[in-house]
């Protein structure tokens, strides 16, 4: 396209013919819209923080609302406050980041090993149970926690350690770092696990036997050359681990908040709170700013090297399992009893809690179904009703798998038309562009992500009626949340069509529409409906993503739960956690069941 | 029918140029091959006339309607040319059933349901698909897939055929059976056809004319038989026939320049050429070979003997020149034989060795003429 030697009337009906294009008008149009729901909102937040705002006047005297001023990343760097606002949030942000991180693939790399490498028994059914804690709702594992640990120093019951050991936890095991750091590990160990176990499945054995045929011993061959080889993935999976893990949100502040324990997600939280969007905002770039170096450090070190294991997947060579002999059932038992621990014994607990009366008494005489099924009584839980009883409930459920539907359909087609433009249209700047526009929420830590748009659609803008406490809302963020993920899905379909299907389409006369919704529509179908699904489960989970932009009238299941968590009721939360849980893993089921079923023999059509 | 015009059309990747000012007339109910190796621009001319691809410039003429002009701004969408194309890899759509395959381009017509469903019984059986029209692509064998492309094609009857290598997939014998079919379907509905390939047996088989292409450029247009016999330069000459002709490169030895030699052998020609080095080109079947060393003509030593069915070839040496020829599969020659070689001299091709342009002799003219 960027001939020189086209003549001047070629380069005309070139740009007429491309005008008229479906396929570029569309690309235009895709391009303003995410330009204006992605790049805006951060422009827009920069701006905010640089602006005396009208509350600002309670703040400083010398506030002209409007004003350009520095006055609040000042007050963030070097104010009498800094230390409690930023730099001790920060440290713990760093600390809780750090350690969760190298605990979560210490975990996922030896498991992955036993599963993928080693012939230990009964893989198959441990698999899924390995990855429930990362499909589960990430304060579910905060709210067991607390369930064992709760300390009665910050108020409210006992918890189960208490209650069989006869003595109060220490404080660093009941709140702060510690829980913090080991709860968001079990979180995310799963999400290292998968990382690690796709670069080890694209090891091929012959590596390993030659090292073997010249003599090299186990630990050598696992020191000189299934490591290296992973390592890669390792550090991939250290920097986007550590990024997800700084925005978290619910977990630090269920652990943290208690005991004025704050990280740099929970201190955006803290300060919307009291009113103080400003500040909250300036915390919220920086989060920004943290996760933007995280992957830059990515990109530096690893990205070229990792990259070489994304794109080698499914290709299923066999590889050898390496004999763990008599060892054989002690790490099964070891990764079962793990499994168990992580995966299952947080749900029980949840699902024991919310059967008691009050809360820290265990025995048979404190059981109860009020919290599931009861009605409303004053005496109990201030007068809410159980779960199934409860209206707020009804409706949150019926918010939650609403937003989850309507966001998934959307973020999954859009991601096909972005794939399919990026694809086909790769020698286009624009297609390009519009590829890596769509990718930048990624980068944004949801909380920060939620600050965004709390400012973005607070006021009408032209022809954008102010969105603020409305669904519409909540479905845009969740939606532009979900792009990097369905994009990636959509370009994995599309480049596995042919292009000479479609043209076959263009020569019978079709145009772009019917093209689309009649080949690459269905064929693409089994990735993006599992994309799709994968989204869902996302949206009904997410929390830190919308807590922000939440009004009692766009309540969701998660909100709710986090509210109960807020304010002490915390059988109502667990309950509410549990019915979470349970659609996730009905949703990971069929996930499953798609992934088996009816379009993968679909798929093999196809090839 | 329609008719194909295509004009001084250029098509360039980047800095690689793809075609070059290829014009070329294509009649009503041609069966016109495009052929040439890999990478010699055959298949993107054939996607410029599908509109496929966009040329830089020139101008492609479809039986009245001008598809493509670079100077009146012209681009008619594949759809609107009214033609039909067999890929390479058929591009048959593996999530519909054979029928709905074949249906799609009558549903793009909205042609009415009775009619599309007669035409459609009507083509699968023409095909021999009748019997698997509820199957799936992946069900079929590749001759069955090569037959749903091909009832896809006729589906719509479009006045024009494009055929992208459409029997490179097959295994030989079926590649044959096809090559018949093929072309009883072409002369059927009298479409006029244009067939890439690079197999020259395909070419010669089935076309009326070949076009051969190198680099961009067409090289020759001609029926097939006058392509084997004349070829018009040495890179046509040497592309076409298996085993390859005999290519040989001959300076003057006397002032008339009708006597030419290497130093190894020397050839009249009979004829003046009118330039200083030739190559000479000589078909292997074309060159007798005689153990009767009494036999006018020079002494060749026999360097192998390849027996291949129901032919045998003769490589030959004199001194550094080497020569193929082949005989019948009746050979009694050895290796390491001395033979009289001979040819008839109005079936050699003399080509200017600085250009690779074949000189025609006047009498050929003549014959041409008549």
Same mark, same amino acid.
């Given at each position: 396209?960027?001939?020189?030697?086209?003549?001047?009337?070629?380069?005309?009906?070139?740009?007429?013919?491309?005008?008229?294009?479906?396929?570029?008008?569309?690309?235009?149009?895709?391009?303003?819209?995410?330009?204006?729901?992605?790049?805006?909102?951060?422009?827009?937040?920069?701006?905010?923080?640089?602006?005396? /705002?009208?509350?600002?006047?309670?703040?400083?005297?010398?506030?002209?609302?409007?004003?350009?001023?520095?006055?609040?990343?000042?007050?963030?760097?070097?104010?009498?406050?800094?230390?409690?606002?930023?730099?001790?949030?920060?440290?713990? =942000?760093?600390?809780?980041?750090?350690? /969760?991180?190298?605990?979560?693939?210490?975990?996922?790399?030896?498991?992955?090993?036993?599963?993928?490498?080693?012939?230990?028994?009964?893989? #198959?059914?441990?698999?899924?149970?390995?990855?429930?804690?990362?499909?589960?709702?990430?304060?579910?594992?905060?709210?067991?926690?607390?369930?064992?640990?709760?300390?009665?120093?910050?108020?409210?019951?006992?918890?189960?350690?208490?209650?069989?050991?006869?003595?109060?936890?220490?404080?660093?095991?009941?709140?702060?770092?510690?829980?913090?750091?080991?709860?968001?590990?079990?979180?995310?160990?799963?999400?290292?696990?998968?990382?690690?176990?796709?670069?080890?499945?694209?090891?091929?054995?012959?590596?390993?036997?030659?090292?073997?045929?010249?003599?090299?011993?186990?630990?050598?061959?696992? #020191?000189?050359?299934?490591?290296?080889?992973?390592?890669?993935?390792?550090?991939?999976?250290?920097?986007?681990?550590?990024?997800? =893990?700084?925005?978290?949100?619910?977990?630090?502040?269920?652990?943290?908040?208690?005991?004025?324990?704050?990280?740099?997600?929970?201190?955006?939280?803290?300060?919307?709170?009291?009113?103080?969007?400003?500040?909250?905002?300036?915390?919220?770039?920086?989060?920004?700013?943290?996760?933007?170096?995280?992957?830059?450090?990515?990109?530096?070190?690893?990205?070229?090297? /990792? #990259?070489?294991?994304?794109?080698?997947?499914?290709?299923?060579?066999?590889?050898?399992?390496?004999?763990?002999?008599?060892? #054989?059932?002690?790490?099964?038992?070891?990764?079962?009893?793990?499994?168990?621990?992580?995966?299952?014994?947080?749900?029980?607990?949840?699902?024991?809690?919310?059967?008691?009366?009050?809360?820290?008494?265990?025995?048979?005489?404190?059981?109860?179904?009020?919290?599931?099924?009861? =009605?409303?009584?004053?005496?109990?839980?201030?007068?809410?009703?159980? !779960?199934?009883?409860?209206?707020?409930?009804?409706?949150?459920?019926?918010?939650?798998?609403?937003?989850?539907?309507?966001?998934?359909?959307?973020?999954?087609?859009?991601?096909?038309?972005?794939?399919?433009?990026?694809?086909?249209?790769?020698?286009?700047?624009?297609?390009?562009?519009?590829?890596?526009?769509?990718?930048?929420?990624?980068?944004?830590?949801?909380?920060?992500?939620?600050?965004?748009?709390?400012?973005?659609?607070?006021?009408?803008?032209?022809?954008?009626?102010?969105?603020?406490?409305?669904?519409?809302?909540?479905?845009?963020?969740?939606?532009?949340?979900?792009?990097?993920?369905?994009?990636?899905?959509?370009?994995?379909?599309?480049?596995?069509?042919?292009?000479?299907?479609?043209?076959?389409?263009?020569?019978?006369?079709?145009?772009?529409?019917?093209?689309?919704?009649?080949?690459?529509?269905?064929?693409?179908?089994?990735?993006?409906?599992?994309?799709?699904?994968?989204?869902?489960?996302?949206?009904?989970?997410?929390?830190?993503?919308?807590?922000?932009?939440?009004?009692?009238?766009?309540?969701?299941?998660?909100? !709710?739960?986090?509210?109960?968590?807020?304010?002490?009721?915390?059988?109502?939360?667990?309950?509410?956690?549990?019915?979470?849980?349970?659609?996730?893993?009905?949703?990971?089921?069929?996930?499953?069941?798609?992934?088996?079923?009816?379009?993968?023999?679909?798929?093999?059509?196809? /090839? | 029918?329609?008719?194909?015009?295509?004009?001084?059309?250029?098509?360039?990747?980047?800095?690689?140029?793809?075609?070059?000012?290829?014009? &070329?007339?294509?009649?009503?109910?041609?069966?016109?091959?495009?052929?040439?190796?890999?990478?010699?621009?055959?298949?993107?001319?054939?996607?410029?006339?599908?509109?496929?691809?966009?040329?830089?410039?020139?101008?492609?003429?479809?039986?009245?309607?001008?598809?493509?002009?670079?100077?009146?701004?012209?681009?008619?969408?594949?759809?609107?040319?009214?033609?039909?194309?067999?890929?390479?890899?058929?591009?048959?759509?593996?999530?519909?059933?054979?029928?709905?395959?074949?249906?799609?381009? &009558?549903?793009?017509?909205?042609?009415?349901?009775?009619?599309?469903?007669?035409?459609?019984?009507?083509?699968?059986?023409?095909?021999?698909?009748?019997?698997?029209?509820?199957?799936?692509?992946?069900?079929?064998?590749?001759?069955?897939?090569?037959?749903?492309? &091909?009832?896809?094609?006729?589906?719509?009857?479009?006045?024009?055929?494009?055929?992208?290598?459409?029997?490179?997939?097959?295994?030989?014998?079926?590649?044959?059976?096809?090559?018949?079919?093929?072309?009883?379907?072409?002369? $059927?509905?009298?479409?006029?056809?244009?067939?890439?390939?690079?197999?020259?047996?395909?070419?010669?088989?089935?076309?009326?004319?070949?076009?051969?292409?190198?680099?961009?450029?067409?090289?020759?247009?001609?029926?097939?038989?006058?392509?084997?016999?004349?070829?018009?330069?040495?890179?046509?000459?040497?592309?076409?026939?298996?085993?390859?002709?005999?290519?040989?490169?001959?300076?003057?030895?006397?002032?008339?320049?009708?006597?030419?030699?290497?130093?190894?052998?020397?050839?009249?020609?009979?004829?003046?050429?009118?330039?200083?080095?030739?190559?000479?080109?000589?078909?292997?079947?074309?060159?007798? &070979?005689?153990?009767?060393?009494?036999?006018?003509?020079?002494?060749?030593?026999?360097?192998?003997?390849?027996?291949?069915?129901?032919?045998?070839?003769?490589?030959?040496?004199?001194?550094?020149?080497?020569?193929?020829?082949?005989?019948?599969?009746?050979?009694?020659?050895?290796?390491?034989?001395?033979?009289?070689?001979?040819?008839?001299?109005?079936?050699?091709?003399?080509? $200017?060795?600085?250009?690779?342009?074949?000189?025609?002799?006047?009498?050929?003219?003549?014959?041409?003429?008549?």
């Amino acid at each position: 396209m960027s001939d020189i030697s086209v003549p001047a009337h070629g380069l005309r009906s070139r740009l007429h013919r491309s005008a008229t294009d479906p396929v570029n008008i569309l690309m235009l149009l895709l391009l303003a819209v995410l330009a204006y729901l992605v790049l805006w909102p951060f422009i827009q937040l920069t701006i905010e923080t640089l602006t005396w /705002s009208q509350g600002d006047r309670r703040l400083s005297r010398d506030a002209v609302p409007g004003e350009f001023t520095w006055f609040h990343w000042l007050q963030a760097t070097t104010g009498p406050l800094s230390t409690k606002v930023l730099y001790g949030p920060l440290i713990n =942000t760093m600390i809780t980041g750090i350690v /969760s991180t190298i605990l979560a693939l210490l975990a996922g790399g030896v498991l992955a090993w036993c599963v993928v490498r080693s012939d230990m028994p009964g893989k #198959r059914w441990l698999q899924p149970i390995l990855t429930l804690p990362y499909i589960l709702p990430s304060f579910a594992i905060a709210l067991a926690w607390e369930t064992v640990f709760r300390s009665p120093k910050v108020g409210g019951q006992p918890g189960l350690f208490e209650a069989l050991l006869g003595t109060a936890p220490p404080e660093w095991l009941s709140y702060g770092a510690v829980p913090i750091s080991i709860t968001l590990a079990i979180h995310y160990f799963p999400f290292a696990y998968l990382l690690v176990a796709g670069a080890l499945a694209t090891i091929d054995s012959q590596m390993e036997e030659g090292a073997l045929i010249s003599g090299a011993g186990r630990l050598m061959i696992l #020191r000189r050359i299934t490591f290296p080889v992973v390592a890669p993935a390792f550090a991939a999976a250290f920097i986007l681990t550590f990024g997800k =893990t700084i925005g978290q949100f619910a977990l630090p502040f269920l652990l943290g908040a208690p005991t004025q324990y704050h990280t740099v997600a929970t201190m955006v939280y803290a300060n919307l709170a009291l009113g103080l969007d400003s500040m909250a905002f300036v915390l919220a770039i920086v989060l920004i700013a943290m996760s933007l170096v995280a992957i830059w450090f990515s990109n530096r070190f690893v990205g070229k090297k /990792s #990259r070489r294991f994304e794109t080698i997947s499914g290709k299923g060579f066999r590889s050898r399992t390496i004999a763990l002999g008599a060892w #054989r059932w002690p790490v099964f038992t070891a990764v079962a009893l793990f499994s168990f621990t992580v995966g299952i014994l947080p749900l029980i607990l949840l699902g024991v809690q919310s059967v008691m009366l009050i809360d820290g008494f265990y025995g048979l005489e404190n059981l109860t179904s009020h919290f599931w099924f009861g =009605t409303s009584n004053p005496e109990i839980a201030f007068g809410e009703p159980g !779960v199934l009883h409860n209206d707020i409930i009804l409706g949150a459920t019926w918010n939650t798998l609403k937003l989850a539907f309507i966001s998934a359909v959307i973020a999954s087609v859009v991601g096909l038309v972005i794939a399919y433009i990026s694809v086909r249209r790769a020698d286009n700047p624009l297609a390009r562009a519009l590829d890596q526009i769509s990718f930048i929420p990624f980068l944004f830590p949801t909380i920060a992500f939620g600050a965004m748009y709390l400012t973005l659609f607070a006021e009408p803008v032209g022809p954008i009626p102010a969105l603020y406490g409305t669904f519409t809302l909540l479905v845009l963020i969740s939606v532009v949340s979900r792009l990097p993920y369905s994009v990636k899905t959509g370009v994995t379909a599309v480049t596995q069509i042919g292009k000479e299907l479609e043209e076959a389409a263009e020569l019978a006369g079709a145009g772009w529409g019917m093209r689309f919704r009649r080949i690459i529509m269905p064929l693409a179908s089994s990735g993006v409906l599992s994309g799709m699904m994968v989204s869902f489960v996302g949206v009904m989970r997410e929390l830190s993503l919308i807590i922000l932009l939440i009004t009692p009238s766009t309540r969701v299941l998660m909100t !709710v739960g986090f509210g109960y968590a807020e304010e002490g009721l915390s059988q109502l939360s667990n309950a509410l956690v549990l019915i979470v849980a349970v659609l996730t893993i009905i949703g990971e089921l069929i996930l499953m069941w798609i992934g088996k079923g009816k379009m993968a023999r679909l798929r093999d059509k196809q /090839s | 029918m329609a008719k194909i015009t295509v004009r001084n059309l250029t098509k360039r990747y980047g800095s690689a140029t793809a075609l070059n000012n290829v014009s &070329l007339e294509i009649e009503s109910g041609e069966f016109l091959v495009l052929l040439g190796p890999s990478g010699c621009g055959k298949t993107t001319l054939l996607r410029c006339l599908a509109g496929l691809e966009t040329p830089d410039e020139g101008e492609i003429i479809i039986g009245d309607h001008v598809v493509f002009s670079s100077k009146n701004n012209t681009m008619v969408p594949p759809g609107k040319r009214n033609l039909g194309m067999v890929f390479q890899s058929y591009a048959l759509w593996p999530h519909m059933s054979v029928r709905d395959n074949v249906k799609f381009g &009558l549903d793009v017509l909205k042609t009415p349901k009775g009619v599309a469903d007669e035409r459609l019984d009507q083509v699968l059986d023409d095909v021999g698909l009748a019997h698997l029209d509820g199957r799936y692509p992946s069900e079929l064998s590749g001759g069955q897939q090569q037959r749903v492309a &091909l009832a896809r094609l006729l589906a719509t009857q479009p006045p024009v055929f494009l055929m992208d290598e459409p029997l490179s997939n097959l295994d030989a014998r079926l590649r044959m059976d096809m090559r018949v079919e093929l072309k009883r379907f072409q002369s $059927d509905t009298g479409a006029t056809t244009v067939y890439v390939t690079h197999d020259q047996t395909e070419a010669m088989t089935m076309s009326t004319r070949v076009v051969v292409m190198k680099d961009g450029e067409i090289q020759q247009i001609s029926p097939p038989d006058q392509l084997y016999r004349q070829p018009e330069n040495t890179f046509v000459a040497d592309f076409i026939g298996m085993p390859r002709i005999n290519l040989v490169e001959l300076d003057t030895v006397d002032g008339r320049g009708t006597c030419f030699s290497n130093g190894d052998i020397q050839i009249e020609t009979g004829w003046a050429p009118g330039v200083q080095k030739v190559i000479i080109g000589a078909r292997p079947e074309d060159i007798t &070979l005689s153990a009767d060393l009494n036999t006018p003509g020079e002494d060749y030593q026999i360097s192998a003997v390849l027996p291949n069915g129901p032919e045998t070839i003769i490589q030959l040496m004199r001194g550094q020149t080497v020569m193929i020829v082949r005989v019948g599969h009746d050979t009694e020659f050895a290796t390491n034989q001395t033979v009289k070689l001979s040819f008839k001299r109005q079936s050699l091709n003399i080509y $200017d060795a600085q250009t690779g342009v074949l000189v025609t002799p006047p009498d050929i003219e003549v014959a041409k003429a008549g």
